[in-house]
């Protein structure tokens, strides 16, 4: 019971993980404009946003993301900050990436694909949609889902070939993982000389050799492989097991490089145990 003739000061109460959360899904889930937004109002939100990624907490990164989304409804950046504050069940999440993939396609406009393609990364206004049509394809093959997923690369690859965000890479393992070879063989043709210097291209370029009638040039590849990457063949045989964090960056060669690349690597190899069994005996 509070003492007559004195007040008590209010309790700053901070808000609870559920208050959090619910705020965060009705920002997803909110209908952007139906009209594009205009040019002056996408700046100021693209301008709050970069203030958001220097919240010092993540309750105010969500007021920050709350103000960005207010003068954009559609920020396709933006909103996947929203996603990995959340994060929803892996089907929940494909749905919001494909909604975000859409709005950002739609703020674009068909005139954008049509003129910077096939540059597309080379135009700062498109990379947002890049960003979510790249996050997209990895939660689709996290889902178990690689053939939603290889669509999804090979539509980022056909508006920039140049590929700056390295889709090629997945997608040559999962084709392979898929059994797809002559798609494999098509996009290394397509990069030629990756091999000499991407572990990923020089190890599945092992592999393909070795799925070849006759096994023409297997010894060549595999020496080559071990070149690349030397670290690499252990991540594949089992002998090192993988941490549970990547490295945010690498060398070329490296341990480093070998522990990023080898989870792609292994979804190709792991369809073929007879290759593997090979592999062992090297």
Not at 154 to 170: A, F, T
Not at 242 to 271: H, V
Request: hydrophobic share 35%; proline share 9%.
């Amino acid at each position: 019971m509070a003492t007559p003739g004195k007040s008590r000061k209010p309790t700053e109460s901070r808000p609870s993980l559920a208050d959090f959360e619910a705020r965060v899904r009705r920002l997803l889930e909110a209908e952007p404009a139906s009209r594009n937004v205009p040019l002056r109002k996408r700046e100021q939100a693209q301008s709050r946003f970069y203030d958001a990624l220097d919240a010092q907490s993540s309750e105010e990164m969500l007021e920050i993301l709350e103000e960005t989304l207010k003068l954009n409804p559609r920020h396709p950046d933006a909103r996947l900050v929203l996603l990995g504050l959340l994060p929803p069940p892996p089907d929940e999440t494909i749905t919001f990436l494909r909604q975000i993939v859409d709005d950002a396609a739609r703020e674009l406009g068909p005139e954008a694909f049509a003129e910077y393609q096939p540059h597309f990364w080379g135009f700062h206004e498109t990379r947002p949609y890049m960003r979510a049509r790249h996050e997209l394809a990895e939660q689709l093959r996290e889902a178990g889902r690689p053939e939603e997923a290889i669509r999804e690369f090979e539509g980022m690859l056909e508006l920039n070939p140049n590929d700056n965000q390295g889709v090629r890479y997945p997608l040559l393992c999962d084709y392979l993982m898929l059994d797809r070879r002559a798609e494999a063989r098509k996009l290394m043709r397509r990069y030629p000389g990756e091999q000499k210097f991407s572990p990923v291209f020089a190890w599945v370029l092992v592999l393909l050799r070795w799925l070849t009638p006759g096994r023409r040039g297997l010894e060549t590849a595999l020496e080559a492989a071990r070149k690349v990457n030397p670290y690499m063949e252990g991540y594949l045989k089992g002998h090192h097991k993988l941490p549970k964090t990547r490295p945010g960056s690498y060398a070329l060669g490296s341990r480093e490089e070998a522990i990023c690349n080898a989870d792609d690597l292994n979804r190709a190899w792991d369809r073929q145990p007879e290759a593997r069994r090979w592999l062992m005996e090297q």
